[in-house]
């Protein structure tokens, strides 16, 4: 009786041009990314500031907001003086800080959600140098295909690990002192559904602020010392 004879399953040939080049265009995406993300936070900074100027110099923003008015509508004094005090009572500042609030809720989940697409890539692309270099026939000593992994780590500095708590506290530092003094604001003055509305979205950027500072002490580790810990 003939054996039946099973026919040997080879693995499929890697082809590590397409690894490589699947590799570059990884990175190239990361760093737009980086870039990205990077725009975001000096938006974020650069709203809450003025969202602070206003709350505290409201006066002062209020003034300067008229004489540009009168500049650009080329407002004659005494000839336009009525429209002008009407203009410098009329400025609906709750109104403008609530959109400032949202405005931040909106860079905040945009920071959040880049933050983590350009961490996971990152490890992501030290996951394909670990795959590369066996294919290319590269000693474990070499340093190629190891920008994102080896070489990276070994040679990171300590300002570098710092980043992270940099981001994190200067955003604190300007996110909560905005949105305590608005709310604040808020109670007792502003209508019922103003006061709701900026709480939740207060609350919301709160919760992004969160995740954002969990996820960058979560994922910023070297990918070889969490498979240690494993």
């Known amino acids: 009786m003939n054996k039946q004879i099973t026919p ?34 000096i938006f974020l900074v650069l709203m809450a500031i003025v969202g602070l100027l206003i709350l505290q110099r409201g006066d002062m923003v209020n003034e300067l907001f008229v004489k540009y008015v009168q500049k650009y509508f080329e407002l004659k004094i005494p000839d336009d003086q009525d429209l002008i005090d009407k203009i410098s ?14 405005a931040m809720f909106y860079f905040m989940q945009r920071l959040h959600a880049t933050n983590l697409t350009v961490m996971r890539t990152y490890k992501y692309l030290a996951i394909l140098e670990g795959e590369i270099q066996p294919y290319l026939g590269l000693p474990g000593v070499s340093g190629s295909f190891t920008r994102e992994s080896k070489f990276y780590w070994n040679n990171r500095v300590f300002m570098q690990t710092m980043s992270k708590w ?10 909560i002192p905005f949105m305590y003094f608005k709310l604040a604001g808020d ?22 602020w969160v995740d954002y500072a969990r996820s960058a002490f979560k994922l910023d580790k070297d990918p070889a010392t969490d498979k240690k810990k494993k």
């Open 8 to 41: 040997e399953v080879t693995a499929p040939k890697v082809n590590v041009e397409v690894l490589a080049n699947h590799y570059q265009k990884t990175y190239e995406v990361a760093y737009e990314n980086w870039k990205e993300r990077n725009k975001l936070f």
């Open 89 to 102: 009572k009329s400025v609906p500042f709750s109104l403008v800080q609530s959109g400032i609030l949202v």
């Open 166 to 175: 940099s981001y994190v506290v200067v955003l604190f530092v300007l996110l």
């Open 187 to 208: 109670f007792g003055s502003a209508p019922l559904t103003i006061t709701v509305v900026d709480a939740i979205v207060s609350l919301l950027t709160f919760a992004y």
